[in-house]
């Protein structure tokens, strides 16, 4: 059974940079698509985007100014960047892998990883 | 965007009810429907896709029916770990969106 498991900073100062990177166990990134799901009161589950394991990306038009996704299938990781971040982009930071045959679905999910953003 | 709407927000049962969560669509959508449970520190778990196939591993009391643009979510019956919140996903286009999703509590 994959596994998937995000890291990186709980804390984020207005305006900066999130970067978050999720580690894949597991299984291969191969023939997926790697995507980036929030959570927070105010929205709900937010769709941020994805990237296929060959580098293809798609991201949510609400974020896509200023988001990108990276993958390093070498190493099993990939990456979410979110500029400029603002108390909206505090949430609950989920890596997902899409499952895309026969019907797409998030198959597999991490754990969450709270990131608040405060100065 | 495809809008979800979700009800109820919240329902209250007790262990061995039949429990039924709908999800509507703001338009056809093929039957590319999801549905999830997400529980505190614990991974969001995939139950349903395509309105009615059952993910492996998951308990058949789970079950998902479509008619038009109206998904329903049925478990029966309602077992203690069954206690979380389910949301509905639309899967036909991006940009991919959930409905607000429904607490299940005593």
Redesign the interface.
């Known amino acids: 059974q994959v596994q998937l498991q995000e890291s990186g900073p709980g804390l984020v100062k207005p305006s900066e940079t999130l970067s978050l990177t999720c580690t894949v166990s597991g299984g291969s990134m191969n023939n997926y698509y790697w995507n980036w799901i929030r959570q927070s009161p105010e929205k709900g589950l937010e769709w941020i985007g994805y990237m296929y394991y060959s580098g293809r990306t798609n991201y949510n038009p609400s974020l896509m100014s200023r988001v990108s996704i990276s993958i390093d299938t070498s190493n099993n990781q990939f990456s979410l960047n979110l500029r400029s971040v603002t108390a909206a982009d505090t949430a609950m930071y989920y890596c997902v892998r899409l499952f895309s045959s026969g019907g797409s679905r998030f198959d597999n999910w991490g754990q969450g990883l709270l990131v608040t953003v405060s100065s | 965007d495809i809008q979800m709407t979700q009800s109820p927000s919240s329902l209250s049962a007790s262990v061995g009810d039949r429990v039924t969560i709908s999800c509507r669509t703001s338009q056809s959508i093929g039957?590319?429907l999801?549905w999830?449970q997400l529980k505190p520190?614990?991974?969001?778990?995939?139950l349903i896709?395509?309105a009615s196939?059952l993910?492996s591993g998951v308990p058949g009391r789970f079950s998902g029916s479509v008619s038009g643009t109206d998904f329903t979510l049925t478990i029966s019956p309602l077992q203690p770990e069954d206690f979380a919140t389910y949301?509905c996903?639309q899967?036909y286009e991006?940009?991919?969106?959930?409905?607000?999703?429904t607490k299940v509590e005593i």
């Open positions: 039957g590319y999801n999830y520190g614990k991974a969001p778990r995939l896709f395509v196939n993910q949301y996903q899967a991006t940009p991919y969106t959930f409905g607000q999703g």
